[in-house]
Nanobody, 115 residues
Framework: QVQVVESGGGLVQAGGSLRLSCAAS????????MGWYRQAPGKQRELVAI???????NYADSVKGRFTISGDIAKKTVSLQMNSLKPEDTAVYSC?????????WGRGTQVTVSS
């Protein structure tokens, strides 16, 4: 069994910063990649940032230059530093771990950015 747990969400004013963390545990033997996704009310879930086992990082265009993902595949952890937050960044942020090609999701953490 695999567990994925996020932490670090909250309420922040526009222009502020938050740091999200994610840790995976359980029957994880080969992580292909780890990443963050978000879903705002009434919208589909979208990719925020991912890091692969090879160290390749991808960001959504909307967060480039503001968010930074850092992952430690060996430690099964990934973090997302979010700066210059905007009200449109408000969403539930979920961590995804791909283990042997199977995706495991955390329950998500709410990020609310007030204007």
């Amino acid at each position: 069994q695999v567990q994925v747990v996020e932490s670090g969400g909250g309420l922040v004013q526009a222009g502020g910063s938050l740091r999200l963390s994610c840790a995976a545990s359980g029957s994880i033997f080969y992580i292909n990649g780890m990443g963050w996704y978000r879903q705002a009310p009434g919208k589909q879930r979208e990719l925020v940032a991912i890091v692969t086992r090879a160290g390749i990082i991808n960001y959504a265009d909307s967060v480039k230059g503001r968010f930074t993902i850092s992952g430690d595949i060996a430690k099964k952890t990934v973090s997302l530093q979010m700066n210059s937050l905007k009200p449109e960044d408000t969403a539930v942020y979920s961590c995804k771990v791909r283990n042997f090609g199977i995706d495991y999701w955390g329950r998500g953490t709410q990020v609310t950015v007030s204007s």
